[in-house]
């Protein structure tokens, strides 16, 4: 049982997290072993995102102190929280690949969901998982680059060889 000023470390923990993140990813670990735990926070850390765990009703008053009507204690179960610093998409695809490889051998280990601290909105877990099997931002562009060049080469492609056609009538 933590005493008084345990539980404000906790908040004042939670409200500097908070502070610093844009988006909360919410994990049930029941039944997780530590040795996991320390892969997903080695696997968190190098994509920028934090994991912590913190009482749920401590959670919800460091939200509250920092302006946001949310309640993790609608969650039943044992609940982490990733705190991610940067945007989601950035670290998504990271969170998600240390889920998939942590839950092939712990069956209940699930992501609750993500709150967006920026919009002050809640993602489903599905909603998250669609988000992370998307390409990275730099794919992304790659693939716009090729479609926005595909017409524009075709045409050169006719030309050269409408060019081609005039040089041999000549």
Do not use: H
Not at 40 to 64: D, H, N, P, S
Not at 103 to 122: C, D, M, P, Q, R
């Amino acid at each position: 049982m933590l005493n008084k000023a345990q539980k404000r470390q906790q908040i004042d923990l939670g409200l500097a997290k908070i502070k610093k993140s844009r988006c909360l990813v919410f994990l049930d670990f029941s039944g997780v072993t530590m040795e996991e735990v320390k892969k997903l926070k080695t696997g968190l850390r190098k994509a920028g995102a934090t994991f912590q765990v913190i009482k749920k009703r401590l959670l919800k008053l460091a939200m509250k102190e920092a302006g946001f009507d949310f309640d993790p204690l609608q969650f039943d179960l044992q609940v982490g929280t990733i705190f991610v610093p940067e945007d989601l998409t950035s670290v998504a695809a990271a969170i998600y690949k240390s889920w998939k490889e942590i839950s092939k051998t712990k069956k209940n280990f699930k992501i609750l969901g993500v709150y967006n601290l920026a919009e002050k909105s809640f993602l489903a877990p599905e909603e998250f998982v669609t988000i992370a099997k998307l390409p990275g931002r730099e794919a992304l562009l790659g693939m716009l680059v090729s479609v926005l060049a595909g017409p524009i080469r075709a045409f050169m492609y006719v030309l050269q060889e409408r060019s081609k056609k005039v040089a041999e009538v000549k």
